[in-house]
């Protein structure tokens, strides 16, 4: 505070010093009122502090999300805007989906997230503390951090009551009638443990299986596995886990997904060998394009189970799912069924894993093919070694490069064969590593596979122009949709709420250069027809992950590590500084005169 007074002092001495203290007959006068000058000018170009600095009252952000009303505890919320009322703060604002002045805050809260970062940002660009009101659930706890001294967390208690949600449901997008699939569900209690109840599966309003559900811990969780007779016909049918007894909140109950059944199957998966790429791979294959799959594996000489149920099943069988399917993935023996191209006459993907002892190789690009723009994005350098075959394939185009030690040779293990049947080859193993580290890695493992998959089903993988892309969506995320037949890149898309308000609503969505998956804004609660260009499907839109049991992300205190701020007066703002050096330079310039200085 006090080092640019200094350099300004200093300077106007020693201008004072130079310009009057060697004349002889000098006069104190002119050197005193040039000092004060070049003071005051210098003083004003480092802008110099007048003053203590003042802390500015600080901002005060109330989360404004769903899950205060979740639970029985009704006066939560009056207590939190008392509470944003006596934080003593220059300007309030709510966020949770978005952030907007207080005002007045509702009655009842609704958004459907919690994140405080916006806040946080607001008050950084202001250069003013943050008290923030929540009960404790944020979204991005992490964005606290950066906030400057004199933020703090308040922290309403909020009565806690028995309850259990269901947090998620896994189940294949799209099934063949008569089969049977694996559906897995997850339970988590509330902060009180739940009670007693049970967990129902339906398919439609039918319900095909239940399971007990004992008393959780708090914050307990609960997985089952159900295996589910998928009905037959044809068209789409809503599958639905739904806890069996009602509790304190009965809007985390249950989790709906849309199952598409289908008469014939629409890809066929067959293993010789079962490991992690053909456990993985077939995952993708099932959720890349939504069609009906089937899944075969052999688990020794002359013995073949369906994937799911593990039904016995004879060869022949086999040979007749693959002789009629539009899409075959044949992995391990190709050739254990005869010639690849004559025991079916649809799109092929030949998965040839190397022999044991093969050695590792780094995965460095994508060179250009129909492929490339898939993987434009991937992060090369994060992913794991995979091994590939001694005898690279030929193809039509090369979309995965590799190289030993990651600057070694060169040679490219996934190959495509254009025509009139497309084939790709893919010989490599390991790749199941990508799936398995998670994060960027899983991402681009599921790129590739859906990618070859996609360009092996000649966008003929389904006849609509756009799907839902997520199998559960819930309100307040954006809505991401998959490209389906066709190459346009803008799809109307027109929904009608059922037991909603009559009409029709309509989203445009337009897919980028080489995009196969955009998004749209969020959608209320409620099952949906959609309608789009080709056919129609079914989006189910749960409730958001607000009503969701969840345990508290921050505690009440104080945070932030930036740097101190305040507003102390500088001088540049005073009108007065510089009335005064101007002041002081006429003083001199007279006193000059009169003692005959020029």
Same mark, same amino acid.
């Not at 309100?475 to 709420?497: F, I, K, N, P």
């Given at each position: 505070?006090?080092?640019?007074?200094?350099?300004?002092?200093?300077?106007?001495?020693?201008?004072?010093?130079?310009?009057?203290? /060697?004349?002889?007959?000098?006069?104190?006068?002119?050197?005193?009122?040039?000092?004060?000058?070049?003071?005051?000018?210098?003083?004003?170009?480092?802008?110099?502090?007048?003053?203590?600095?003042?802390?500015?009252?600080?901002?005060?952000? /109330?989360?404004?999300?769903?899950?205060?009303?979740?639970?029985?505890?009704?006066?939560?919320?009056?207590?939190?805007?008392?509470? /944003?009322?006596?934080? %003593?703060?220059?300007?309030?604002?709510?966020?949770?989906?978005?952030?907007?002045?207080?005002?007045?805050?509702?009655?009842?809260?609704?958004?459907?997230?919690?994140?405080?970062?916006?806040?946080?940002?607001?008050?950084?660009?202001?250069?003013?503390?943050?008290?923030?009101?929540?009960?404790?659930?944020?979204?991005?706890?992490?964005?606290?951090?950066?906030?400057?001294?004199?933020?703090?967390?308040?922290?309403?208690? !909020?009565?806690?009551?028995?309850?259990?949600?269901? @947090?998620?449901?896994?189940?294949?997008?799209?099934?063949?009638? %008569?089969?049977? *699939?694996?559906?897995?569900?997850?339970?988590?209690?509330?902060? +009180?443990?739940?009670?007693?109840?049970?967990?129902?599966?339906?398919?439609?309003?039918?319900?095909?299986? &239940?399971?007990?559900?004992?008393?959780?811990?708090? #914050?307990?969780?609960?997985?089952?596995?159900?295996? /589910?007779?998928?009905?037959?016909?044809?068209?789409?049918?809503?599958?639905?886990?739904?806890?069996?007894?009602?509790?304190?909140?009965?809007?985390?109950?249950?989790?709906? *997904?849309?199952?598409?059944?289908?008469?014939?199957?629409?890809?066929? #998966?067959?293993?010789?060998?079962?490991? #992690?790429?053909?456990?993985?791979?077939?995952?993708?294959?099932?959720?890349?394009?939504? @069609?009906?799959?089937?899944?075969?594996?052999?688990?020794?000489?002359?013995?073949?189970?369906?994937?799911?149920?593990?039904?016995?099943?004879?060869?022949?069988?086999?040979? &007749?799912? *693959?002789?009629?399917?539009?899409?075959?993935?044949?992995?391990?023996?190709?050739?254990?069924? $005869?010639?690849?191209?004559?025991?079916?006459?649809?799109?092929?993907?030949?998965?040839?894993?190397?022999?044991?002892?093969?050695?590792?190789?780094?995965?460095?690009?994508?060179?250009?093919?129909?492929?490339?723009?898939?993987?434009?994005?991937?992060?090369?350098?994060?992913?794991?070694?995979?091994?590939?075959?001694?005898?690279?394939?030929?193809?039509?185009?090369?979309?995965?490069?590799?190289?030993?030690?990651?600057?070694?040779?060169?040679?490219?293990?996934?190959?495509?064969?254009?025509?009139?049947?497309?084939?790709?080859?893919?010989?490599?193993?390991?790749?199941? !590593?990508?799936?398995?580290?998670?994060?960027?890695?899983?991402?681009?493992?599921?790129?590739?596979?859906?990618?070859? #998959?996609?360009?092996?089903?000649?966008?003929?993988?389904?006849?609509?122009?756009?799907?839902?892309?997520?199998?559960?969506?819930?309100?307040?995320?954006?809505?991401?949709?998959?490209?389906?037949? %066709?190459?346009?890149?803008?799809?109307?898309?027109?929904?009608?709420? !059922?037991?909603?308000?009559?009409? =029709?609503?309509?989203?445009?969505?337009?897919?980028?250069?080489?995009?196969?998956?955009? =998004?749209?804004?969020?959608?209320?609660?409620?099952?949906?027809?959609?309608?789009?260009?080709? %056919?129609?499907?079914?989006?189910?839109?749960?409730?958001?992950?607000?009503?969701?049991?969840?345990?508290?992300?921050?505690?009440?205190?104080?945070?932030?590590?930036?740097?101190?701020?305040?507003?102390?007066?500088?001088?540049?703002?005073? $009108?007065?500084?510089?009335?005064?050096?101007?002041?002081?330079?006429? +003083?001199?310039?007279?006193?000059? &005169?009169?003692?005959?200085?020029?």
């Amino acid at each position: 505070m006090l080092i640019p007074w200094l350099v300004a002092v200093v300077a106007g001495a020693g201008v004072g010093v130079l310009q009057y203290g /060697l004349r002889p007959g000098g006069s104190l006068i002119p050197a005193l009122a040039r000092s004060g000058a070049v003071t005051l000018i210098v003083a004003l170009l480092l802008d110099a502090p007048i003053g203590r600095a003042r802390v500015p009252r600080p901002f005060a952000a /109330l989360d404004a999300s769903a899950s205060w009303q979740r639970g029985a505890d009704g006066d939560a919320w009056s207590r939190a805007r008392a509470r /944003l009322r006596s934080a %003593g703060a220059d300007s309030t604002y709510l966020f949770g989906d978005s952030l907007r002045l207080a005002g007045l805050p509702p009655e009842a809260p609704g958004d459907a997230a919690s994140a405080v970062r916006p806040a946080v940002e607001r008050a950084l660009a202001a250069g003013r503390a943050l008290v923030v009101v929540t009960d404790g659930e944020i979204d991005d706890p992490a964005a606290l951090g950066s906030l400057p001294p004199g933020s703090r967390v308040e922290v309403v208690e !909020r009565a806690a009551s028995p309850d259990a949600g269901v @947090l998620a449901l896994e189940a294949p997008r799209a099934a063949v009638g %008569g089969d049977t *699939v694996d559906v897995r569900v997850r339970v988590q209690a509330g902060a +009180a443990g739940s009670g007693a109840t049970a967990l129902d599966l339906l398919v439609g309003d039918r319900r095909a299986a &239940r399971a007990p559900l004992e008393p959780l811990a708090p #914050f307990g969780e609960r997985a089952f596995t159900f295996r /589910l007779p998928v009905p037959n016909g044809d068209g789409e049918r809503l599958l639905r886990a739904a806890l069996a007894a009602g509790d304190a909140e009965p809007r985390n109950d249950s989790l709906t *997904v849309a199952l598409d059944v289908s008469a014939a199957a629409g890809a066929v #998966f067959v293993s010789t060998s079962p490991d #992690f790429d053909a456990r993985y791979a077939l995952g993708v294959l099932r959720g890349a394009l939504s @069609l009906p799959t089937r899944g075969y594996f052999r688990v020794a000489p002359g013995n073949w189970r369906a994937d799911g149920s593990l039904a016995a099943v004879s060869e022949e069988e086999v040979r &007749r799912a *693959v002789r009629s399917a539009p899409l075959v993935v044949l992995h391990g023996d190709t050739a254990a069924l $005869g010639r690849p191209r004559d025991v079916t006459a649809g799109a092929l993907a030949l998965l040839a894993p190397p022999a044991e002892g093969a050695t590792e190789w780094y995965a460095t690009g994508a060179p250009a093919s129909p492929i490339a723009a898939a993987l434009a994005g991937v992060p090369w350098d994060s992913l794991p070694p995979i091994a590939i075959g001694a005898t690279p394939p030929r193809g039509s185009w090369e979309g995965l490069e590799v190289r030993q030690g990651r600057r070694g040779d060169r040679r490219a293990p996934v190959v495509g064969i254009e025509g009139a049947r497309r084939t790709v080859i893919v010989t490599a193993s390991g790749l199941w !590593r990508w799936q398995f580290r998670g994060g960027t890695s899983a991402d681009a493992y599921a790129t590739l596979w859906g990618s070859l #998959f996609d360009w092996l089903a000649g966008e003929r993988s389904d006849v609509r122009a756009a799907l839902p892309a997520d199998p559960v969506v819930r309100a307040g995320e954006a809505v991401r949709w998959r490209r389906g037949a %066709g190459a346009d890149s803008v799809v109307t898309v027109a929904l009608v709420r !059922r037991g909603g308000p009559g009409g =029709e609503d309509s989203v445009t969505l337009r897919f980028g250069a080489g995009a196969t998956v955009t =998004e749209s804004a969020p959608l209320a609660p409620g099952v949906y027809d959609v309608r789009v260009r080709g %056919g129609t499907t079914l989006l189910a839109v749960n409730p958001s992950r607000e009503w969701l049991p969840r345990q508290r992300t921050v505690r009440a205190g104080r945070v932030g590590t930036g740097a101190p701020l305040g507003d102390a007066p500088r001088l540049r703002s005073l $009108g007065w500084a510089y009335a005064v050096a101007l002041v002081l330079l006429c +003083a001199e310039w007279l006193t000059r &005169r009169r003692l005959g200085l020029r």
